[in-house]
C-alpha cells in the first residue's frame, strides 16, 4: 500500500511539531516565499534543519548557496554557521535578493550574509577570480540546468573535507529516464554523473516524501 500524498504531509508536519520549531524569521521567510519568483519552492522545516545539522556536524563556518529565493534555507544556515561564520548566497533576481535580506535582518544574521544578485555562475566566478577562501559547506539549489557547472563552481571554491548538497535531483521520477528532453532532468542526470566520476568525491542520493511532495537530495563529501 502507498501513502498518499496527504499522508506525507501529515507525517512531515507532525516531524516538525514534535523536532523542528520555527520561530516567526522562519515562518516569515518560508511565507514570504510565496512573493518571490518560484513560489514554495523553499525547502521544508525539516530539510532545512538537515541542512544546518550537516553544518554543524561537517563544522562548517563557511558556506556558499546556490539560489537564494526568499532566504528560507539562508536563514537555517547562517544561524548554523554561528556569529563568526559567513554565509555566500547567490540570486539571479534582485526581487528575491530584497525579500531575503528582509528576512535575514528579522532573523538577527544579515550582518553574517552576502547575497549577490546576478546569474550564479558568473558570481561564482567572480569569488574563483577574487581568491575567495575555500567554503566548508555548498548547497545548491538553483535552475537545475546549471547544476553541472555549479558542482564544478563549487569544487573551485571548496577543500578535501568540504560537504555539498544539490536539491531536488529526483524530478518525480524523470531522473531515471536518459531521454528526457526536459533540461532540468538533464542537469540532474549529468552532475550526477560527474559526481560518479570523479575520484575526489563520495556521493549518495536519497529519495525523500513529505510536505514538498516526491524530491531528493544528493549529499557529497569532497574526500581530496
Ligand atoms: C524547483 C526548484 C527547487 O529548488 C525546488 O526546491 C522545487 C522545485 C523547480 O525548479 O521546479
Ligand atoms: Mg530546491
Redesign the pocket.
Known sequence: MYASEEDWREVDAYFVDTLVPEDEALIEARESGRRTTMPQ???APNQGKLLAMLCHIAGATRVLEF?TLAGY?TVWLARAVGEKGRVTSLELEEHNAAIARMNLERAGVADRVDVLVGPAADSAHRLIEDGAEPYDFVFI?ADKPSNPEYLRAALALTHPGSVIVI??VVRNGAVTDPDSPDDRVQGVRTVLADIAQDARLEATALQTVGS?GW?GFTIIRRAH
Open positions: 519552492a523553499e525547502v539560489g534555507s539549489d536539491d531536488n514538498k524530491d
